[in-house]
């Protein structure tokens, strides 16, 4: 499936802003970007299995509250930063 990646996490996936991985959840998606792109899940993904508080994920348009979101072949996954500063 088609996985929309910000801009800020760019550096892990050789610059590329749209990737393509698999999984029937969000965990194993994620995990599977991590096979591909080592690092990138720990900057989704926190120590407790959280996503972290500044990232969000959309799977088709709607927010996904947890990693046992499904997904599957057709989904269209969107993560996004949170900006912050001041």
Partial sequence: MRVRIPSPLHSY???AGDV???GQTLDELLADLDRQFPGLR???VDEQ???RT???VFVDGSLAKGL???VDAASEVMIVCA???G
Avoid: N, Q
Wanted: charged share 35%; hydrophobic share 40%.
């Fill in 20 to 22: 393509v991985a698999d």
């Fill in 13 to 15: 996936t050789a610059g």
């Fill in 68 to 70: 046992e979101r499904p």
């Fill in 54 to 56: 500044h990232i969000r």
């Fill in 83 to 85: 900006l912050s500063g």
């Fill in 42 to 44: 720990f900057r989704i």
């Fill in 49 to 51: 299995r959280r996503l």
